[in-house]
């Protein structure tokens, strides 16, 4: 079975200062891999997916992550933050079956931005 | 921009009784989902929904939990007699179709409904 492991929950960082949120992986075939964004109030925002191809994948916001096989890890990134990013972050495997998908999710890592 | 809206944002309710929450998903997506995350845990699948059928569900997914399309645009979730574990954020979501060629469609969620169970 998929899981999806976010080591860190909760993160502290200052304005303008570069992020990293971890996210490792278990799946057995090829993994599709996304990032969600939660604001207080609001449902689940993609960030970006991974599918296939160039390792690096750019999303919306200014996030990018980039995919490791060998790690096992899609670790989001940006690199100077601002404080509408404070949010609750989500990584999610995506498992097919049949003609449709399911997500798994991570524990999530809530991001305080500092003034 | 379309999104999922889900009502109430809020339902109180006392153990044993039956509740319906409630999702409009987009208007032309095709598969729809229930997920909910217990507090300080992670978000879980519960079901989906497509072609007015269940397509897949989760081990949490056992009798007491239901889904309908009863209309157009409606999809609910009850639960027909609520326990107190089952107090939680539920999540709908949507998307345009399951798969494109083996690869997921990305999926649409909602605010999600804060179910409390006394």
């Known amino acids: 079975a998929q899981s999806v492991t976010q080591p860190d929950i909760h993160i502290t960082v200052s304005e303008g200062a570069s992020l990293e949120l971890r996210c490792n992986y278990s799946y057995g075939a090829t993994p599709y891999l996304f990032w969600y964004v939660q604001s207080p109030g609001q449902g689940l925002q993609l960030l970006l997916k991974y599918f296939s191809g160039d390792t690096l994948v750019q999303g919306i916001k200014g996030f990018e992550a980039e995919f490791k096989r060998s790690q096992s890890s899609f670790n989001l990134r940006k690199p100077s933050v601002h404080w509408s990013d404070a949010a609750e972050y989500f990584c999610a495997v995506g498992a097919v079956y049949n003609a449709g998908n399911m997500l798994t999710f991570g524990g999530g890592t809530r991001l305080m931005v500092k003034p | 921009e379309p999104e999922v809206t889900q009502t109430p944002s809020h339902q109180v309710t006392q153990m044993g009784q039956e509740v319906i929450l409630r999702c409009v998903p987009i208007?032309?997506?095709?598969?729809f989902y229930w997920y909910r995350q217990i507090l300080g845990q992670k978000v879980e699948f519960l079901v989906s929904f497509y072609n007015n059928e269940i397509s897949e569900k989760s081990e949490i997914f056992d009798d007491q939990f239901s889904v309908e399309r009863p209309d157009g645009s409606n999809f609910t979730l009850k639960i027909r007699s609520t326990k107190l574990e089952d107090s939680a954020m539920y999540f709908c979501a949507s998307s345009e179709m399951g798969l494109a060629g083996g690869q997921p469609y990305e999926q649409y969620f909602g605010p999600g409904t804060r179910l409390t169970v006394t």
């Open positions: 208007s032309n997506h095709l598969y």
